[in-house]
């Protein structure tokens, strides 16, 4: 496998920024990790994941769709697509690459959605295999190896170098733009840091978590839960599990007018807000019962039904960490679950 | 008449005379009124007409004590006083720098001087 | 301390004195614990806790759980009892239908604090002696307790209950707390450096509403950020403005009203310290109108619902510190 | 679909020489919903609001905006004139582009840009605007007069007259104010008891009037044609309802050394006292600050000679509480204090007196009987300075800026009873300018001079030293003799400047009035509306609006009777419909509102709802009494859901507005 | 480079008048043709306590380079007491402005009543100017709401 050392990642990553925009994550002054537009002498964060999760890249929080210009009694429509610039994100863990392909199930699927294509197309996914999972991961339970990465092209380091190798023709052709730089590397050690990544990836105390019980067949058995009650009581109706989720993707088309015209853009939504869904005869899902419900049977549920067993959440565990009152779906599956 | 000199004795004394409703405080409260040629309500309205000159040249300018009683008791504010001491200022400047130095002061000081004549002489001598 | 509380929950509910005991519910780990309602002695004794991470203020639930049938037992800390207060002021807590039992307060732990040391992997915290041992998945590591506590607990301002039916433990004191140290060092900055500084920690922000949803004094019915007829709606910060909006006019509808329990910090997912604008403002109303507790007792007036005569007027803005 | 019709204004030139009408007319038309934009000479005019109630007729219009004059100016007019073509009158904005356009902007161009700005303002708040409809408020037929005076006297019997209640609040212990205490009035110089005494008596015995004396108005709570007033009867240990008015106890009082007010403390009453002989009520009162039984606990001689057992050492302080559809108010007015005139010596020489204290000199019920004494020797004076002007027409911080009105007449009056009754006396009176005009008035004052040989000098007075001899040096300017003079007087007499009562401020508060800088009530209009506050069901009666003499006082007294019945003969009145209102599904009944309301026009009801989840609940939630609100918008602000909102200024409204000029 | 002084910069001036005092001040400076720039663009409100915060933050963020609440002078209120929570709202606010670094010049409150059409006058003028001096709002506005 090709590699570089690791104290060359400064010269690595100034030849990636030279003909593409690199994505890194690093480090906030208040410790937390989060992905930054790459400038020279920034540092490759150490942290197992970003706080933000990778979807940005292709799905950002908010995005212009069209804007409306008035004059007077007349409007016109600007459509304000460009070509998306090539871009690298280096870093993302197996968790956050493998969102990517559930956010593409719904995006790429027909319609297409041009505006994720267009991202999605001119991004290229470095991903990085973890070595220090915490007691949040449940990757696993996901069927996602955090020791192999998926991705255009993975990284993997035994402490000393970083070996790279491309898994598709977009991986191969970034290989090629940095090949310069790489050298062939022996992957013993290599292997030996991965084998100990996997024990401890048993070790950890959600390693047992299986999907067994749950998937596309189970809306009988789990919507008129009597858990639901008890499981959302305490819900606080924010929208911090699915901002922080990689894989939400719900969002709200909203009109903003400027003043001298209308920008329609769309946001992320929550399904935890009240006015999620709202129609114009009310809204669907009145309680807070039902709104938590939809967002676990979404994952659990309703997404693998409609997409070949494929679950909506890749146990990065962002959600575990950041509920204000540590409400999850690990909590869910465990109270939900009928064997 | 002369204009600039109105306009001097105007900004140097900081005195509105237009808000003067010729009360007759201040000559009613002046202990040197029976000194005086022109009365200090003379002054204002005499600077109000622009005739500085005639007062200038007139010895009352000299035969205010600068007591202030003028200014103190005026109900609009006027200041009497400080347009008897801009005209005054104004005949000093046309004199040329012969004024007094006041270290010349002390020695020409006598036991019959009122009090009130040397504190005022150091105000108007002081600038 | 747990012990105590399970048994005096059971007690009360034995003895029909409440119908239902809101606490909280261990979790999967050493630190995700959740407010929860109990309404019998097994669901107590099998999950209910109360330990160093216990530190969610439970009296916004009761703003629904007051107006159920039956009486509530209610466990609050010395700070969560200045929002039930203030609540009570503002008639969205039914009193009577809450019992309330004082307990001792902080300081909590703050299981990001342990992380942002690099301790991954966590399976157990223990406290001895103001050492933490944590276990991991890594092995053991340890660390000073006090550095571990949560911001709002390192600047408690009171250990005394101003609401409670019965107490376990010792009363405690309004403390002389620092809390206002670093809003005033933030106004010895100048107005590029403030800017600056609340720029770099607004535009983290991503709207996920924590701050406001925990908040115990924003309970509207309705937000006007979530009312499309309020002409203010937004559901994500499109633009700095908005995060700057949407920060300022939460803190100035809570001014008065808010009693620092600092909730809205400790669970935003982006560490933002938004505590320091609510402090801002109290410490405002402290200077410009006289010292002022919300929370503190349940008949004064809000300093923005009162006004004297001769108040200040707005151009001390102007007249002090540094631009 | 809005349909929106634009009227812009010339005004003359008023508006279209620095506005280019016609493109702001043009520029308007291009506005979302305006389906009609035109310009007219005068739109105010009769033809100008013909224009509007055709089109509106013409094009259905739903929404009407004229950019002319101050909305203050015209608003009115063009709301009733779209009232009377079928349009909501509250469907119609003004974008004044007069007053805060064409008149304070040069360049026709920017003039012209921000009109047009100003017009885009008022379309866009047009499109919120929804038709509101006045409500009805009734109007309690009773009045309240503040102040016991000539003024409050007269203004509460005109209102008797015309059949309507009336309660008069005085805070002494009768009424009767400042001419119970003057001797004779100019210039027909009768008797002022004699004139103002039936007065008094009449109204004590009125079916219609209720005098609550020794009282004071202790709140003020709602609006025109519904006002709630706490009054506060104070304590005067005597019951009203007994007592005679024998006066034994005040003859019996032990504790005689009480500076007697009523003759400006130049003689001494007892501790119980009645404070002039034709008092009303006649009724005794006790000072408790002299009272030995209430002081000591000790003496009680009042209480055991009373026959009526009127005596009550135990009464306490009581606050009645009544609704009143209207309030006149008439403090009235008081010498000022001249302790900062030290020129004057007025506080060194009893023999320096003010004109309110020569009158009860002069007077047969004041200390001397009716004979002219100096009060330090109680000798009879031969020469008399009076200076006028003390205190008034001042620009320094002692007096006050303004003409006090009265004391060139009362003056004249003294100098001329003073000569006709001791011939032997030497009057001098230093002036500023004597300023009588008035009926008869000029006449009064040069028979001062003419037949009465008063000296008037024009010139001020200096300086006044009191001698050891017993005169007083007083030391002026004659003016026009440009001579400094020298007198010495006897006595000398100090026309001092005359301010409000103290007690006018706080009141305005309460009553929600607004004052000038010398805490005289302003008028709602200097010439239109002379005895109307701006504060609608507030009128102004007597001096306490600004100096003025006692016909004048009179006059202006029954000019506000007039307007109080104009306004209490009124079933109801229409109220304004700009109030608040709150949306129940989103206020949490948290009384932040109710707390900075200043009309108490916000109560709270339990109601109940239909809640998100289908259940039902129970919820506290605010209610606006549209007839209480003023419309000023406090609670929209106070309330944080925005459930609390403004008619005719709603949240979205004036955003729209704001949009619309940042646009 | 940007001159200091912004010459030539024409700033958008926000303000709030009451319909009382400071709206009917406004005309008499008209009546009496007292002349202040055209930047000004006044917004009629019932009492200066009708204002929002919301509505201030709204101006800035359309692209108002300065705000300027005008009330009746305190005690004179036409509600008795509207224009005293003005103050201690606004004064918090402004506070609170001042606290996240933005100008705090942009901001004033002033009372003007119904008679002080020259004090109007004379504000505005001061105001325009004081803003004029800072440049354009850029730490308070919308990027989106920014004209091409």
């Not at chain 3, 809205?264 to 109290?282: A, G, W």
């Not at chain 4, 001079?449 to 000098?457: A, G, L």
């Not at chain 4, 006692?550 to 019945?565: G, L």
């Not at chain 5, 402005?97 to 003007?112: C, K, N, S, Y």
Request: charged share 25%; hydrophobic share 35%; proline share 4%.
């Amino acid at each position: 496998m090709l590699k570089i050392s690791l104290d060359k990642l400064d010269k690595l990553f100034e030849a990636i920024s030279a003909s593409q925009t690199l994505y890194i994550p690093v480090d906030r002054e208040d410790g937390a990790a989060e992905y930054k537009k790459y400038e020279n002498g920034m540092k490759l964060s150490s942290a197992l994941n970003t706080l933000r999760s990778a979807k940005d890249f292709f799905f950002p929080q908010t995005e212009n769709l069209v804007d409306f210009k008035m004059e007077g009694q007349n409007i016109e429509v600007i459509d304000v697509r460009e070509e998306s610039e090539d871009f690298v994100i280096f870093g993302v863990r197996a968790c956050d690459a493998r969102s990517f392909t559930i956010l593409d199930k719904v995006f790429l699927a027909e319609p297409v959605d041009s505006y994720y294509k267009n991202r999605r197309d001119h991004g290229t996914v470095v991903t990085m295999a973890c070595t220090r999972p915490t007691e949040t991961c449940f990757c696993g339970t996901f069927g996602i190896d955090a020791a192999a990465p998926e991705g255009d092209a993975a990284c993997y380091s035994d402490g000393e170098s970083l070996f790279i190798e491309a898994h598709n023709e977009k991986g191969q052709k970034f290989i090629d733009s940095i090949s310069s730089l790489l050298e062939d590397g022996d992957t013993a050690k290599l292997e030996a840091v991965r084998a100990k990544t996997r024990e401890i990836l048993k070790k950890l105390p959600l390693a047992n978590l299986t999907t067994d019980n749950f998937g596309g067949d189970k809306l009988n058995e789990y919507f008129n839960s009597d858990k639901w009650g008890e499981l959302s009581e305490s819900c606080l109706g924010c929208g911090t599990c699915t901002f922080v989720c990689p894989t939400c993707q719900c969002y709200d088309i909203k009109d903003f007018n400027t003043g001298h015209g209308i920008k329609r853009f769309r946001c992320w939504d929550s399904c935890m807000y009240s006015d999620f869904t709202k129609m114009a005869h009310g809204n669907p899902r009145l309680t807070q019962l039902e709104r938590f419900r939809q967002r676990f049977m979404h994952k659990l549920v309703y997404f693998p039904a409609n997409n070949n067993g494929e679950f909506g959440c890749v146990g990065c565990g962002r959600c575990l960490a950041k509920c204000p009152i540590s409400m999850n779906i690990v909590k869910v599956m465990k109270a939900l679950e009928v064997k | 008449m002369d204009k600039n000199l109105k306009e001097q004795v105007l900004r140097s004394s900081g005195v509105n005379v237009l808000k003067c409703m010729r009360c007759g405080k201040c000559s009613g409260t002046c202990p040197s009124y029976d000194e005086m040629e022109y009365h200090p309500h003379q002054f204002v309205y005499m600077v109000e007409r622009g005739d500085i000159e005639t007062l200038m040249h007139s010895k009352s300018i000299y035969k205010c004590l600068t007591c202030f009683a003028c200014v103190d008791r005026c109900p609009r504010n006027v200041e009497p006083a400080k347009v008897v001491e801009a005209v005054r200022l104004a005949a000093v400047r046309q004199q040329g720098n012969n004024h007094m130095n006041p270290n010349q002061i002390p020695e020409m000081l006598d036991d019959d001087l009122p009090q009130q004549a040397i504190v005022t002489a150091f105000r108007k001598y002081i600038k | 301390m747990q012990e105590a509380m399970i048994n005096k929950a059971k007690q009360l509910l034995a003895d029909g004195t409440v119908d239902r005991v809101i606490g909280w519910k261990r979790g999967e780990f050493a630190y995700d614990i959740t407010p929860a309602v109990f309404e019998t002695a097994e669901e107590l004794e099998k999950e209910f806790v109360f330990d160093d991470f216990t530190a969610a203020n439970v009296s916004k639930y009761l703003v629904k759980e007051s107006k159920k049938e039956g009486k509530i037992l209610a466990f609050l800390k010395p700070c969560d009892t200045y929002s039930f207060n203030q609540l009570t002021k503002e008639h969205r807590v039914v009193r009577e239908n809450v019992y309330i039992v004082g307990i001792p307060g902080g300081p909590k732990l703050d299981a990001e604090k342990i992380k942002a040391k690099g301790i991954t992997g966590i399976l157990g915290v223990k406290n001895e002696n103001y050492t933490l041992k944590i276990d991991t998945v890594y092995g053991e590591e340890t660390m000073p307790f006090y550095e571990a506590i949560l911001d709002k607990c390192a600047t408690c301002k009171s250990k005394k209950h101003v609401v409670y039916d019965e107490l376990i433990g010792d009363e405690g004191e309004v403390l002389d707390s620092n809390r206002f140290d670093m809003v005033e060092k933030l106004e010895n900055m100048t107005a590029q450096e403030r800017y600056d500084f609340w720029r770099g920690e607004l535009s983290k922000c991503i709207r996920c509403n924590a701050c406001r949803n925990v908040c115990p004094a924003c309970t509207c019915e309705k937000c006007v950020f979530d009312n499309p007829n309020s002409g203010v709606e937004n559901k994500a910060p499109a633009d700095s403005f908005e995060e700057n909006m949407f920060h300022i006019i939460r803190a100035f509808h809570v001014a008065g009203r808010c009693t620092d329990c600092g909730e809205c910090s400790r669970v935003c997912p982006q560490h933002i310290p938004l505590h320091l604008l609510n402090r801002k403002f109290i410490k405002d109303i402290n200077s410009l109108y006289g010292e002022y507790q919300a929370g503190e007792d349940t008949t004064s007036r809000a300093p923005l619902n009162d006004y004297k005569q001769d108040d200040c007027e707005t151009t001390v803005v102007h007249e002090r510190g540094v631009e | 679909m809005k349909r929106i019709g634009v009227f812009v204004c010339h005004c003359g030139t008023n508006i279209a020489a620095t506005v280019d009408v016609k493109a702001v007319a043009e520029a308007l038309g291009h506005e979302p919903g305006v389906v009609i934009s035109q310009d007219y000479q005068y739109m105010c005019s009769e033809s100008g609001q013909n224009l509007v109630k055709n089109a509106i007729k013409e094009h259905n219009l739903t929404g009407v905006v004229v950019c002319s004059c101050s909305p203050r100016m015209h608003e009115n007019t063009f709301r009733k004139a779209a009232a009377s073509a079928g349009l909501n009158p509250y469907l119609v904005e003004i974008a004044n582009i007069r007053e805060q356009c064409s008149w304070i902007h040069k360049d026709i161009a920017s003039a012209t840009e921000k009109a047009i700005i100003l017009g885009k303002a008022a379309v866009a708040k047009v499109h919120l605007n929804s038709p509101l409809t006045a409500g009805e408020s009734p109007v309690v037929k009773r009045a309240l007069v503040i102040g016991g005076g000539i003024a409050g006297i007269q203004t509460a019997l005109d209102i008797a007259e015309a059949g309507f209640d009336v309660d008069i609040v005085e805070k002494n212990p009768t009424i009767g104010g400042k001419m119970a205490q003057i001797d004779k009035t100019f210039p027909t110089l009768d008797c002022a008891a004699c004139i103002l005494t039936p007065k008094m008596v009449e109204a004590s015995q009125n079916e219609h009037i209720t005098i609550h004396s020794f009282s004071e108005v202790a709140d003020v709570k709602g609006f025109v044609g519904n006002f709630t007033v706490k009054i506060k009867k104070k304590a005067r240990f005597v019951d009203e309802t007994k007592c005679t008015g024998c006066g034994l106890c005040t003859e019996k009082c032990p504790m005689k050394k009480v500076p007697n007010e009523f003759n400006m403390g130049l003689d001494n009453r007892t501790a119980i006292y009645i404070p002039f002989a034709q008092a009303v009520p006649k009724v005794a009162t006790i000072d408790p600050n002299y009272c030995m039984m209430l002081q000591k606990g000790k003496c009680g001689i009042c209480s055991s000679v009373c026959s009526v057992g009127a005596i009550d050492y135990k009464q306490e302080d009581k606050i009645i509480e009544q609704q009143y559809g209207a309030i006149i108010v008439a403090t009235g007015f008081n010498p000022i204090k001249l302790d900062k005139y030290d020129e004057f010596a007025y506080n060194q020489c009893p023999d320096v007196v003010t004109s309110l204290e020569l009158e009860r000199l002069m007077n047969a019920a004041g200390p001397n009987g009716g004979t002219l004494l100096r009060p330090s020797d109680k000798t009879h004076p031969h020469k008399i300075v009076f200076v006028q002007c003390v205190g008034s027409r001042c620009d320094d911080s002692k007096g006050k800026p303004y003409c006090s009105k009265i004391c060139c007449m009362y003056t004249a009056k003294h100098a001329m009873l003073i000569r006709e009754k001791y011939p032997d006396t030497d009057v001098y009176v230093f002036y500023i300018d004597v300023r009588t005009p008035g009926k008869n008035f000029d006449e009064f004052y040069r028979r001062a001079v003419e037949q009465y040989n008063v000296h008037y000098i024009k010139g001020m007075v200096g300086k006044v030293t009191p001698r050891s001899d017993g005169k007083i040096d007083v030391q002026a300017s004659d003016l026009l003799a440009n001579e400094q003079l020298h007198i010495d007087a006897d006595m000398v007499v100090l026309a001092a400047a005359i301010e409000p009562d103290k007690t006018a401020r706080p009141l305005a508060t309460m009553l929600t009035t607004q004052m000038d800088t010398n805490d005289f009530f302003t008028e709602a209009h200097p010439k239109l509306r002379p005895v109307e506050s701006a504060t609608a069901g507030i009128f102004l009666s007597g001096a306490c609006q600004g100096p003025k003499d006692i016909p004048e006082t009179v006059a202006q007294a029954s000019a506000a009777a007039a307007k109080a019945i104009g306004l209490l003969v009124k079933n109801s009145i229409t109220c304004n419909p700009c109030v608040a209102h709150s949306d129940e599904l989103m206020c949490n009944g948290c009384s932040s509102c109710e707390k900075v309301c200043p009309y108490g026009a916000i109560t709270y009801i339990d109601k109940e709802f239909r809640m998100p989840d289908r259940t039902t609940a129970i919820r506290r939630v605010a209610s606006v009494n549209p007839a209480v609100c003023q419309g000023c918008g406090a609670c929209t602000v106070a309330c944080p859901s925005g459930a609390m909102d403004l008619n005719g200024f709603s949240n979205s409204q004036i955003m729209s507005e704001v949009d619309a000029i940042c646009k | 480079m940007q001159v200091n002084d912004n010459k030539d910069f024409q700033p958008l001036i926000v303000a709030f008048c009451c319909n009382w005092c400071s709206y009917a001040g406004a005309d008499l400076s008209g009546t009496n043709r007292l002349n202040y720039p055209t930047n000004v663009k006044i917004i009629r409100v019932p009492c200066s306590c009708r204002v929002n915060p919301m509505f201030i933050l709204r101006a800035f963020q359309r692209g108002a380079d300065g705000v300027i609440l005008c009330g009746c002078h305190p005690g004179d209120c036409h509600y008795t007491s509207g224009n005293y929570f003005t103050r201690r709202r606004m004064t918090l606010l402004f506070s609170m402005l001042d606290f996240l670094g933005i100008e705090r010049d942009r901001t004033r409150v002033e009372w003007v009543s119904a008679a002080e059409g020259a004090k109007f006058a004379a504000t505005m003028n001061e105001f325009t100017e004081a803003v004029r001096k800072l440049g354009p709002n850029r730490r308070l506005e919308d990027l989106r709401c920014r004209k091409q």
